[in-house]
């Protein structure tokens, strides 16, 4: 039985890679570029829109352990990830092109997927297997087809994209290099911010002007991806608190804390170009560019990309999920990545991952072993599947949504970070048991890091 993924962002090639290395004949449909979303500006697979970061690399915490269970499950988008990793202090973070770039080459390695450039706009439950990974940014007409096949209310919010700045036309004089508390190397260029200028640059924030709204939007902004000029309206010093934090970024020429700090990540193995992290903004471009050169270092700052804002997409995944990730009326429809209910890069692959798994073993007339509670990946899957879902909203992975410990654990230990620690060997271990008991992807398939 051949299995359809709809998508070519993220979840959907880590379904369609995974579900073709188990034996699963794989046709994948991208729209792109017959028909290009708002957002994206290229038809590549795996197009990373936002940020270029997978989050933390630091061990035992909650971004390391849910991609250190997905690389012992051999998940082949971390592969690509690891191979494209640019500098990024304890992060992983990748070189976008370079990125999308290796997707598509395991694709067309593959022989069992076949790739289809155009829309899907219908959804036949006794049509064989389907993996929905269409992403947040799902078209219309499928929008409208999965509303009318859940029955389902089907929700949205606003997700923005930071603004990317030319790295020769940074003003090396006026920054420093520098990793958070001196975690992993320094390679993050710190713009410094005395008060006089954080302040002035908050008020020019404060009367910037908007994109305007189309009638039919509805700002309902993500609490994890506020926009840079609504955290400011929180508060003179919420921006201080928030992206611009200075803790932990001591400027070594001078040996002061400064007042506030703005972070510039690296965009690409040649670091020709870096983004401006958590600067994501609803600002028109002639604003964006007059505010942000306000910033100590970038007076000259030539943009490649400014910021944007775009609508996500997403189910109420509890009212209509099971924790194999299909639907409970339609057992045969699957869904992975953010409209399933999930937030970030690595929680979309990693969803991606046990869709492919969960669709292949159907596919094969098995019944598929959910992943379980003890491990990130169940972790995430639970509160996706039984959040209260009058709110529910997407999620990253975090230590919130994993197993606790038992109560005489708890007890006895109070270092936080030593029960961090603990509860990731605790997921680890879970993780190991249940590979024991599905099909092992193909040999080589497992990155190392």
């Not at 271990?429 to 092992?440: D, Q, S, T, Y």
Request: hydrophobic fraction near 40%.
């Amino acid at each position: 039985m051949r299995i359809r993924v709809i998508g070519g962002g993220l979840a959907g090639p880590e379904a369609a890679l995974v579900a073709a290395r188990m034996g699963a004949e794989v046709d994948l449909y991208e729209m792109r570029p017959v028909r290009m979303t708002l957002a994206h500006e290229t038809a590549d697979f795996g197009e990373l829109v936002c940020s270029n970061s997978l989050k933390s690399e630091s061990e035992n915490t909650a971004p390391w352990l849910l991609k250190q269970e997905m690389r012992r499950a051999g998940s082949p988008l971390l592969e690509c990830a690891d191979a494209s990793a640019v500098p990024a202090g304890h992060a992983l973070a990748v070189d976008r092109v370079e990125f999308s770039r290796l997707i598509g080459e395991k694709i067309a390695a593959e022989p069992r997927i076949t790739v289809h450039r155009e829309e899907v706009t219908r959804l036949d439950p006794e049509d064989g297997i389907t993996i929905v990974a269409s992403g947040p940014l799902t078209s219309n007409a499928l929008s409208d087809e999965i509303a009318r096949l859940t029955g389902s209310e089907h929700l949205a919010f606003y997700d923005s994209i930071s603004p990317i700045v030319e790295a020769d036309s940074i003003d090396r004089e006026r920054v420093y290099l520098a990793a958070r508390y001196d975690k992993g190397t320094a390679d993050y260029i710190n713009c410094p911010m005395t008060q006089v200028e954080y302040e002035a640059f908050h008020d020019a924030l404060m009367t910037a002007e908007s994109v305007e709204a189309k009638e039919w939007e509805k700002l309902e902004y993500f609490e994890g991806c506020l926009p840079l000029e609504e955290l400011a309206r929180r508060g003179r010093d919420t921006l201080r608190f928030g992206p611009m934090k200075p803790v932990g970024l001591r400027d070594p020429r001078t040996g002061k804390m400064p007042w506030a700090v703005v972070q510039l990540r690296v965009e690409n193995l040649r670091a020709d170009s870096y983004n401006l992290v958590g600067f994501q903004n609803h600002m028109k471009f002639g604003e964006q560019a007059r505010i942000l050169r306000m910033i100590p270092g970038l007076e000259q700052a030539r943009f490649l990309r400014y910021g944007q804002i775009h609508r996500n997409t997403y189910i109420n995944a509890p009212r209509v999920l099971t924790r194999t990730l299909n639907l409970r009326e339609h057992p045969r429809i699957f869904f992975a990545g953010q409209i399933a209910g999930v937030e970030g890069y690595t929680e979309s692959i990693a969803t991606g991952m046990l869709a492919g798994m969960y669709a292949a073993t159907v596919a094969q007339r098995g019944t598929p072993e959910p992943v379980p509670r003890g491990t990130a990946l169940g972790s995430l899957v639970r509160y996706i599947t039984e959040a209260e879902a009058k709110k529910f909203q997407p999620a990253n992975i975090t230590f919130d949504l994993l197993e606790p410990l038992d109560d005489e654990t708890r007890r006895r230990v109070r270092d936080k970070r030593e029960r961090h620690r603990m509860q990731c060997e605790q997921a680890l271990r879970a993780m190991e048991e249940w590979l024991r008991g599905v099909p092992p992807l193909p040999p080589g398939c497992v990155a190392s890091r």
